[in-house]
């Protein structure tokens, strides 16, 4: 499994995300990239003093895992948990309506800790 981030210009968003997902991969693997994920965002955050922009199902293992291309939030444990799809529910949704740098690093530390407290098949 691959996941790596790559600094940008910082007058743009920030951080690129880009990732190789295996095509089979235990739920327990995709949380763990997802963790590192939000890691690395509020890492950046909090060195940078800005916030990454591009954040969605793309770059999501977790995502990737249940299929969302297809929207299949169903199958991920983050609907189970939540009961509602796209990540309702979760800091998730707080990081994308952050209007500043504080807001947003809270929401992704949130975010990381909602993630690690995630019950995985």
Not at 84 to 111: N, S
């Amino acid at each position: 499994m691959k996941f790596w981030v790559e600094v940008v210009a910082e007058e743009e968003m920030g951080i690129l995300f880009h990732d190789d997902f295996p095509k089979r991969m235990s739920w327990k693997q995709a949380r763990e990239l997802s963790v590192k994920k939000w890691e690395t965002i509020a890492e950046f955050i909090k060195k940078e003093k800005l916030i990454v922009g591009d954040v969605d199902a793309a770059s999501c293992a977790l995502c990737e895992n249940a299929g969302i291309s297809l929207n299949d939030c169903d199958f991920c444990p983050v609907y189970k948990k939540t009961g509602r799809d796209m990540c309702c529910g979760t800091p998730f949704i707080k990081y994308m309506d952050a209007g500043d740098v504080p807001a947003a690093l809270k929401a992704a530390r949130a975010e990381v800790k909602f993630l690690k407290k995630l019950e995985v098949g």
